[in-house]
């Protein structure tokens, strides 16, 4: 069965930091891009970021270029999301996602599976 855990939202203040985390399971990892997205209340979901298998390489939507870093662990099969300069507007519901080997997951159609998602809500 696949698996995408995601944890580690929470409240925290404008300007804060938080750490999101993705554990999969029940599927190859490395051959599978993996990305976060992110659903505020009134509004659909959007990509925010991802990374391939194949070599690593990253996509940031616009809006959190410089501030939000993403990492992978082929290891441990998981996935980080480093969120710092934290704004009001980031406040959603984060999702992590799993889709084909190096598809840059921008839109909820290039993803395959999905985990369920954890709240981080930013407090200005």
């Known amino acids: 069965e696949v698996q995408l855990q995601a944890s580690g939202g929470g409240l925290v203040q404008a300007g804060g930091s938080l750490r999101l985390s993705c554990a999969a399971s029940?599927?190859?990892?490395?051959?599978?891009?993996i990305g976060w997205f992110r659903q505020a209340p009134g509004k659909g979901r959007e990509g925010v970021s991802c990374?391939?298998?194949?070599?690593?390489?990253?996509y940031y939507t616009d809006s959190v270029k410089g501030r939000f870093t993403i990492s992978r662990d082929n290891v441990k099969d998981t996935v980080s999301l480093q969120m710092t300069s934290l704004k009001a507007e980031d406040t959603a519901v984060y999702y992590c996602?799993?889709?084909?080997?190096?598809?840059?997951?921008?839109?909820?159609?290039?993803?395959?599976?999905w985990g369920q998602g954890t709240l981080v809500t930013v407090s200005s």
């Open positions: 996602a799993a889709g084909a080997k190096d598809r840059e997951l921008r839109s909820s159609d290039d993803a395959l599976y």
């Open positions: 029940g599927f190859r990892f490395d051959d599978y891009a």
């Open positions: 990374i391939s298998s194949s070599d690593g390489s990253t």
